[in-house]
T-cell receptor
Framework: KAGVTQTPRYLIKTRGQQVTLSCSPI?????VSWYQQTPGQGLQFLFE???????NKGNFPGRFSGRQFSNSRSEMNVSTLELGDSALYLC?????????????FGNGTRLTVT | AQSVTQLDSHVSVSEGTPVLLRCNYS??????LFWYVQHPNKGLQLLLK??????LVKGINGFEAEFKKSETSFHLTKPSAHMSDAAEYFC????????????FGTGTRLKVLA
């Protein structure tokens, strides 16, 4: 079974631009979550989608948004990029049937904002 | 509210000696607990999970963890460290029933000395 796939692996953007990251979950997984990881703040939860609906949301500004498609693939968008948005963005999928369902992570997208 | 505390941000061991990574949790109900490992520039990989079936949980790569309700702990151990174990480890507790939220610890960086 293929794992969680995130594209692209690396991105370099300039301040003020916008970016879209993509995540394809494991087949059959209906939940997709996004996390931001930085050396200073560690792992921070962005949002979670389940069956195309945002079910949970972290404490990030409105510049960060996401969506999920009917095939469970998900995208996240960051508008008006800031230097502080430089991070590893991780996507995780889950069956999300119960709280026992573990998260399965992709290898992330490394975003650098200059 | 649920929370998780990883008691050491850095742990150093010599190759071939035991590994102990400590995790304490706080939960108002019987939680699901997970340990994940992250190698540099990679996503998080599930090592093991506790879901109330057995208090001693065996995972991949020789790791195991024991759930101790009286001590609210879920420490990760391995009898003999290998150089390839050098990575960051995260303890995770699932959120309250029905929320599908996951609370991550701040991580423990394991260094293995030759």
């Amino acid at each position: 079974k293929a794992g969680v796939t995130q594209t692209p692996r690396y991105l370099i953007k300039t301040r003020g631009q916008q970016v879209t990251l993509s995540c394809s979950p494991i087949s059959g997984h209906r939940s997709v979550s996004w996390y931001q990881q930085t050396p200073g703040q560690g792992l921070q939860f962005l949002f979670e989608y389940f069956s195309e609906t945002q079910r949970n949301k972290g404490n990030f500004p409105g510049r960060f948004s996401g969506r999920q498609f009917s095939n469970s693939r998900s995208e996240m968008n960051v508008s008006t990029l800031e230097l502080g948005d430089s991070a590893l963005y991780l996507c995780a999928s889950s069956l999300a049937v119960t709280e026992n369902s573990p998260l399965h992570f992709g290898n992330g997208t490394r975003l650098t904002v200059t | 509210a649920q929370s998780v505390t990883q008691l050491d941000s850095h742990v150093s061991v010599s190759e071939g000696t035991p590994v102990l990574l400590r995790c304490n949790y706080s939960s108002s109900y019987s939680p699901s607990l997970f340990w994940y490992v992250q190698h540099p520039n990679k996503g998080l990989q599930l090592l093991l999970k506790y879901t109330s079936a057995a208090t001693l949980v065996k995972g991949i790569n020789g790791f195991e963890a024991e759930f101790k309700k009286s001590e609210t702990s879920f420490h990760l151990t391995k009898p003999s460290a290998h150089m390839s174990d050098a990575a960051e480890y995260f303890c995770v507790v699932s959120g309250a029933s029905g929320t599908y939220k996951y609370i991550f610890g701040t991580g423990t960086r394991l260094k293995v000395l030759a």
